[in-house]
């Protein structure tokens, strides 16, 4: 291996070694995203509930934001840009619920999966791009811990008539 290979590799794998200790609470300091209180469930379930390791997060709608488009149907009611946004809100409230059960984001190990659902207007096909919105924030928080299995997929209504629902499933770090 010459050696401008191996300078590469070395600083491929610095740059992984890096991401692998991100601070996500620092993280969400330098993106200026301030995590609110968790929500309250509107119906009869919790939040999140914890077996092992794993965190099962029920499904989260974004919050409603003045300026911000969350309700609706994404390809009719709304573009794409703007149902990518609401899934990004709902990353940020996905947060706040971990938060809120574990104390530290440092306290996550991996996310493990993210299952999307979009309300999606029957001709349209671009759910991935949508849930990139949740995806993307997962990663810019957790670095590789954040990357994640994932479906996206479209449904004909969610509740309160949200543009995207999203649920997740987080591995936590041994105590």
């Known amino acids: 291996m010459g050696l401008p290979l191996v300078i590469a590799f070395m600083l491929f794998s610095f740059r992984g070694f890096c991401q ?77 619920t971990i938060k809120a059960y574990v104390g530290d984001l440092n306290k996550v190990k991996k ?12 001709a349209f096909t671009q759910h991935p791009m949508v849930i990139n919105g949740c995806s993307d924030l997962m990663v810019a928080v957790f670095g590789e811990k954040g990357k994640h299995a994932r479906s996206a997929v479209g449904m004909g209504s969610l509740p309160l008539d949200a543009a995207v629902e999203i649920e997740m499933i987080v591995e936590i770090k041994n105590p």
């Open 20 to 96: 692998d200790n991100v601070d996500p609470e620092q993280r969400l300091k330098e993106l200026n995203i301030q995590l609110g209180a968790m929500k309250q469930p509107i119906a009869n379930y919790v939040k999140a509930v914890q077996t092992g390791n794993l965190l099962f997060l029920s499904g989260h709608i974004p919050d409603e934001v003045v300026g911000k488009k969350t309700r609706g149907k994404v390809g009719s009611q709304l573009s794409m840009e703007e149902g990518k946004e609401a899934a990004r809100l709902t990353a940020i409230s996905l947060l706040a």
């Open 111 to 122: 996310i493990v999966k993210v299952f999307g659902m979009v309300n999606a207007d029957p």
